[in-house]
């Protein structure tokens, strides 16, 4: 708990009241203090001075490189110059030594000097602040968090020796901080400057969790959120069609709070992450060796990075060392760098694609540059530590004996002559978002202080004042500035603190000194012109649908082609879709094709044999009634009434032909024309039979002296009146079949799912089967009664052919039933339209073939004589 004599808590007391002041600080600066408590070297010790008890004396001040102009108003700034840095020993025995930093770099140096010149040129402006002169006190971090709290602690507590606690007025230490660079770094200052609305603009901090307004409430950034940049890197790999990734992370803020969100983001387009790796912190080459047997063992081709140069680079060296290739995808961090851009690594890294930060353009910052020089003044020693590295050289005689082969700095050296890359303003990115923070902060300022009183924003509508503004008064404007930089961005802050995310996407390029140069997308290295395949498995084409492999993610499918009748049409259809009812899937199931209709037709083979085999069967019978007829005076003729045999002949003829009513397209007329007319024909024919057959008994008990009555029963009349009987009976059932039940056309979809069998529906099975019943019956009838009669004399032997041609029409009707049943679709037509033909030729054969060879081949013998002569 801070006590009630501290400044900080008299200074809060006036500007809130006593009331809100300990409600305030209560909860809220006592988690500083414990914080700062609890690490020991964080923050400089206050105590009172014996000779003055109204003032604080600092009792330590913490050695940190730095650079600093006075002005009336002091802006912080928190920079990566050094990359490592020496943590002392801590015994808790002794004072612990300083932390030294080493390893200089002019690419943060660089960062410096864009926020001194951003502060120069605003001086300089008329227009922009015109009455107050800004100031800084910039400091490294070395990359370290505690040396960046340390800093930050420095900036928003003061420098000054000696602490009033008497007056409170005037302005803080700095009124608000560009930086720090590092995620972990903001968020952990920035989650206690955001106790005191103290603004922190950052430039190079992207993790997503400082959107977080509750806890990092004066927290803004000129660089996007990683939240955008994954969005970014979605839409590379979603361009390039790459669903199945590898992922390698920082062991950090920025590196965990990015995997979480590309997780995330991933499985949006349908990709997935391969592997999920996290860098070491410290140089563990048995853990990098691990990742680069992942690295190996996975068949994906592309790895996205989360990390900084830095702690990439060990795994760069082994990725060297193992020879192995892979697309890359850089994150802002390293997409940059000029660390990889060397001719060692030009075979395993070029064609990396890297997302970057805005690039801009500074006028006036190169010649800046070069007109720096050093001084004396220790809060500058920033410059002086660049100096002696630049021109590795020492200001100290001493010590240039020792480390710098006796070469003294002088202050006068040429920088231009000095490392080009220190004067190289053609590609300046986080330079140039720290010029962007420093003028939100002016512009912020300016509109501070050109607020009219009595329109204030602040309570009674009251403006700050310059002498006593504070840090929580610039947040409110900082939250609202909008303005355009002389490069011609705009430069705004969304409610969350969050810059306008735009990203340059970055290609390496090899060039023809081995070297890699970074380029903006739009020109492509020709020899990395088609880019690899990463997927786990290849994408389903239509016709397919994928099933996922139990175990794995779902990028990992296999593509199971749809069943008959269904269809996918896109790439990747996770099922399959069913056709409508009269359509069929087309052989590559990508599409719905109307189903082949399937009927007896006379197009095709098997229709234009049965037809011809019908009309042959007809002639045939034309023939032999056309044979009857011219040699109807002849015995042979005669015998057994020739009507009888003219009226067979006619019936088969119309049996042949009805066999065609079963070809073609069915329609309503041929549906109930064609059993009934192959019922009558049928029936007609074979009444002929029976009754020929009985004429034929009653003829030879007529020749007996018992039966001389016998004939006057089946004269002609009564031969003819049981025929039409017998034949009105089958009109009559088809007569009640088609009023009640009449076969219509049907489009059959059960026999085969791949086609429509168009056919007859029967109507009523009762009626089909009582005609085919009722022909059985008279078959059945003549059969037996020509059975019984086989025995005759020859002369009177017809009831032989009759029995024999009964045999064949009641076999194959036998036979027609089993496979009229068991054959689908066309089929069982062609199965009946045979049986009516195989009958039909039966009959025939059996019956007028005999007769006919007697009447043209052996005429002779075709006379009563002979027919007569026979049985003598």
């Given at each position: 708990m801070l006590k009630r004599h501290n400044p900080l808590y008299k200074k809060l007391r006036q500007r809130t009241g006593a009331d809100s002041a300990d409600m305030w600080v209560s909860p809220s600066l006592s988690l500083l203090a414990l914080t700062m408590s609890m690490t020991a070297l964080l923050s400089p010790t206050l105590t009172y001075s014996a000779d003055s008890p109204d003032l604080c004396q600092l009792r330590e001040h913490f050695s940190l490189t730095g650079m600093h102009q006075d002005g009336d108003v002091i802006i912080g700034g928190l920079f990566e110059v050094h990359m490592l840095a020496l943590q002392p020993e801590l015994s808790y025995r002794s004072k612990p030594k300083q932390i030294w930093c080493q390893d200089f770099t002019l690419y943060g140096l660089k960062t410096v000097m864009a926020m001194a010149f951003a502060v120069e040129e605003i001086n300089r402006n008329p227009n922009l602040l015109p009455t107050v002169k800004l100031g800084y006190r910039m400091f490294d971090n070395c990359m370290r968090l505690d040396v960046a709290f340390r800093a930050a602690m420095a900036l928003v507590s003061g420098t000054n020796k000696y602490s009033s606690t008497q007056n409170c007025s005037g302005l803080p230490p700095v009124l608000g901080i560009v930086g720090d660079p590092m995620s972990s770094n903001s968020i952990a200052i920035s989650s206690v400057l955001g106790l005191f609305r103290v603004p922190m603009v950052s430039f190079y901090a992207t993790c997503s969790c400082l959107s977080d307004r509750q806890r990092y409430p004066s927290f803004f950034r000129t660089i996007p959120s990683d939240a955008f940049q994954v969005g970014a890197i979605m839409q590379i790999l979603k361009h390039f069609g790459w669903t199945w990734v590898g992922l390698i992370y920082n062991d950090d803020d920025y590196g965990r709070h990015a995997a979480q969100d590309f997780h995330k983001d991933i499985t949006t387009f349908g990709g997935c992450v391969a592997f999920s790796e996290m860098l070491p912190k410290d140089i563990d080459m048995a853990h990098i060796r691990k990742i680069m047997r992942v690295i190996q063992n996975s068949t994906s081709r592309v790895i996205v990075v989360f990390s900084s140069g830095s702690l990439l680079m060990p795994l760069v060296d082994e990725v060297v060392r193992q020879n192995v290739i892979r697309q890359w995808i850089a994150s802002e961090s390293w997409s940059t760098s000029t660390t990889f851009l060397i001719p060692r690594l030009l075979p395993f890294f070029r064609g990396t694609l890297g997302i970057a930060i805005r690039r801009g353009e500074i006028d006036g910052l190169q010649e800046f540059l070069l007109s720096v020089r050093p001084d004396n003044d220790t809060k500058n020693n920033m410059v002086r530590r660049f100096w002696q590295e630049m021109f590795s050289c020492r200001f100290d005689p001493e010590e240039a004996f020792a480390v710098a082969e006796g070469k003294v700095c002088t202050g006068q050296e040429d920088l231009s002559k000095a490392d080009l890359a220190y004067s190289d303003v053609s590609d300046l990115r986080p330079s140039y978002n720290v010029y962007k923070a420093v003028y939100a902060l002016a512009h912020s300022l300016h509109n501070l202080l050109s607020c009219v009183p009595g329109q204030g924003p602040f309570k009674g509508n009251s403006c700050a004042s310059l002498h006593d503004m504070q840090p929580w008064q610039l947040l409110h404007y900082l939250q609202v500035v909008n303005f355009t930089t002389g490069y011609g961005d705009q430069v705004s802050f969304d409610k969350n603190g969050d810059a306008l995310p735009i990203y340059d996407i970055l290609n390496w390029h090899g060039m023809p000194d081995g070297t890699m140069r970074t380029r903006e997308v739009g020109v492509v290295d020709k020899s990395r012109s088609t880019p690899p395949r990463s997927v786990c498995s290849e994408p389903c084409l239509p016709g397919t649908r994928k099933a996922t492999r139990k175990g794995l993610p779902v990028c990992c499918f296999d593509c199971l082609p749809c069943a008959d009748g269904e269809i996918s049409n896109t790439t990747d259809s996770l099922e399959c879709f069913r056709c409508p009812k009269e359509f069929w899937s087309s052989p590559e199931k990508d599409r719905c094709v109307p189903k082949e209709v399937e009927f007896l037709s006379y197009e095709e083979a098997l229709g234009i044999s049965l037809t011809t085999v019908s009309i042959f069967g007809a002639c045939i019978a034309a023939v032999v009634l056309g044979i009857f007829v011219h040699h109807r005076h002849t015995p042979v003729v005669r015998a057994n009434n020739s009507e009888l045999s003219f009226l067979i002949l006619l019936s088969l003829k119309l049996c042949f032909l009805c066999a065609l009513l079963?070809?073609?397209?069915?329609?309503?007329?041929?549906?109930?024309?064609?059993?009934?007319?192959?019922?009558?024909?049928?029936?007609?024919?074979?009444?002929?039979?029976?009754?020929?057959?009985?004429?034929?008994?009653?003829?030879?008990?007529?020749?007996?002296?018992?039966?001389?009555?016998?004939?006057?029963?089946?004269?002609?009349?009564?031969?003819?009146?049981?025929?039409?009987?017998?034949?009105?009976?089958?009109?009559?059932?088809?007569v009640i079949w088609l009023s009640t039940a009449s076969p219509t056309p049907h489009k059959n979809t059960h026999y085969q799912s791949s086609k429509i069998v168009f056919e007859c529906a029967v109507g009523s099975v009762a009626g089909f089967a009582t005609l085919l019943g009722y022909i059985g019956l008279l078959a059945a009838i003549s059969f037996l009664i020509a059975f019984l009669a086989r025995n005759l004399p020859d002369t009177f032997n017809e009831a032989k052919f009759i029995t024999f041609s009964m045999l064949i029409f009641c076999a194959v009707w036998i036979a027609f039933v089993p496979a009229y049943v068991s054959s689908p679709g066309k089929y069982a037509d062609a199965v009946e339209i045979f049986a009516i033909l195989a009958s039909s030729f039966g009959l025939l054969m059996a019956i007028f073939f005999p007769k006919c060879y007697i009447i043209l081949l052996h005429p002779e013998r075709n006379t009563k004589k002979a027919l007569m002569g026979r049985t003598s």
């Amino acid at each position: 708990m801070l006590k009630r004599h501290n400044p900080l808590y008299k200074k809060l007391r006036q500007r809130t009241g006593a009331d809100s002041a300990d409600m305030w600080v209560s909860p809220s600066l006592s988690l500083l203090a414990l914080t700062m408590s609890m690490t020991a070297l964080l923050s400089p010790t206050l105590t009172y001075s014996a000779d003055s008890p109204d003032l604080c004396q600092l009792r330590e001040h913490f050695s940190l490189t730095g650079m600093h102009q006075d002005g009336d108003v002091i802006i912080g700034g928190l920079f990566e110059v050094h990359m490592l840095a020496l943590q002392p020993e801590l015994s808790y025995r002794s004072k612990p030594k300083q932390i030294w930093c080493q390893d200089f770099t002019l690419y943060g140096l660089k960062t410096v000097m864009a926020m001194a010149f951003a502060v120069e040129e605003i001086n300089r402006n008329p227009n922009l602040l015109p009455t107050v002169k800004l100031g800084y006190r910039m400091f490294d971090n070395c990359m370290r968090l505690d040396v960046a709290f340390r800093a930050a602690m420095a900036l928003v507590s003061g420098t000054n020796k000696y602490s009033s606690t008497q007056n409170c007025s005037g302005l803080p230490p700095v009124l608000g901080i560009v930086g720090d660079p590092m995620s972990s770094n903001s968020i952990a200052i920035s989650s206690v400057l955001g106790l005191f609305r103290v603004p922190m603009v950052s430039f190079y901090a992207t993790c997503s969790c400082l959107s977080d307004r509750q806890r990092y409430p004066s927290f803004f950034r000129t660089i996007p959120s990683d939240a955008f940049q994954v969005g970014a890197i979605m839409q590379i790999l979603k361009h390039f069609g790459w669903t199945w990734v590898g992922l390698i992370y920082n062991d950090d803020d920025y590196g965990r709070h990015a995997a979480q969100d590309f997780h995330k983001d991933i499985t949006t387009f349908g990709g997935c992450v391969a592997f999920s790796e996290m860098l070491p912190k410290d140089i563990d080459m048995a853990h990098i060796r691990k990742i680069m047997r992942v690295i190996q063992n996975s068949t994906s081709r592309v790895i996205v990075v989360f990390s900084s140069g830095s702690l990439l680079m060990p795994l760069v060296d082994e990725v060297v060392r193992q020879n192995v290739i892979r697309q890359w995808i850089a994150s802002e961090s390293w997409s940059t760098s000029t660390t990889f851009l060397i001719p060692r690594l030009l075979p395993f890294f070029r064609g990396t694609l890297g997302i970057a930060i805005r690039r801009g353009e500074i006028d006036g910052l190169q010649e800046f540059l070069l007109s720096v020089r050093p001084d004396n003044d220790t809060k500058n020693n920033m410059v002086r530590r660049f100096w002696q590295e630049m021109f590795s050289c020492r200001f100290d005689p001493e010590e240039a004996f020792a480390v710098a082969e006796g070469k003294v700095c002088t202050g006068q050296e040429d920088l231009s002559k000095a490392d080009l890359a220190y004067s190289d303003v053609s590609d300046l990115r986080p330079s140039y978002n720290v010029y962007k923070a420093v003028y939100a902060l002016a512009h912020s300022l300016h509109n501070l202080l050109s607020c009219v009183p009595g329109q204030g924003p602040f309570k009674g509508n009251s403006c700050a004042s310059l002498h006593d503004m504070q840090p929580w008064q610039l947040l409110h404007y900082l939250q609202v500035v909008n303005f355009t930089t002389g490069y011609g961005d705009q430069v705004s802050f969304d409610k969350n603190g969050d810059a306008l995310p735009i990203y340059d996407i970055l290609n390496w390029h090899g060039m023809p000194d081995g070297t890699m140069r970074t380029r903006e997308v739009g020109v492509v290295d020709k020899s990395r012109s088609t880019p690899p395949r990463s997927v786990c498995s290849e994408p389903c084409l239509p016709g397919t649908r994928k099933a996922t492999r139990k175990g794995l993610p779902v990028c990992c499918f296999d593509c199971l082609p749809c069943a008959d009748g269904e269809i996918s049409n896109t790439t990747d259809s996770l099922e399959c879709f069913r056709c409508p009812k009269e359509f069929w899937s087309s052989p590559e199931k990508d599409r719905c094709v109307p189903k082949e209709v399937e009927f007896l037709s006379y197009e095709e083979a098997l229709g234009i044999s049965l037809t011809t085999v019908s009309i042959f069967g007809a002639c045939i019978a034309a023939v032999v009634l056309g044979i009857f007829v011219h040699h109807r005076h002849t015995p042979v003729v005669r015998a057994n009434n020739s009507e009888l045999s003219f009226l067979i002949l006619l019936s088969l003829k119309l049996c042949f032909l009805c066999a065609l009513l079963f070809i073609g397209q069915p329609r309503t007329w041929t549906c109930q024309l064609r059993h009934a007319a192959f019922g009558i024909s049928f029936v007609l024919c074979v009444s002929s039979i029976l009754v020929k057959t009985m004429v034929v008994i009653a003829i030879f008990k007529a020749s007996r002296p018992e039966g001389q009555g016998a004939m006057k029963w089946f004269g002609a009349a009564q031969q003819r009146g049981t025929v039409f009987i017998l034949t009105s009976l089958q009109v009559a059932i088809c007569v009640i079949w088609l009023s009640t039940a009449s076969p219509t056309p049907h489009k059959n979809t059960h026999y085969q799912s791949s086609k429509i069998v168009f056919e007859c529906a029967v109507g009523s099975v009762a009626g089909f089967a009582t005609l085919l019943g009722y022909i059985g019956l008279l078959a059945a009838i003549s059969f037996l009664i020509a059975f019984l009669a086989r025995n005759l004399p020859d002369t009177f032997n017809e009831a032989k052919f009759i029995t024999f041609s009964m045999l064949i029409f009641c076999a194959v009707w036998i036979a027609f039933v089993p496979a009229y049943v068991s054959s689908p679709g066309k089929y069982a037509d062609a199965v009946e339209i045979f049986a009516i033909l195989a009958s039909s030729f039966g009959l025939l054969m059996a019956i007028f073939f005999p007769k006919c060879y007697i009447i043209l081949l052996h005429p002779e013998r075709n006379t009563k004589k002979a027919l007569m002569g026979r049985t003598s």
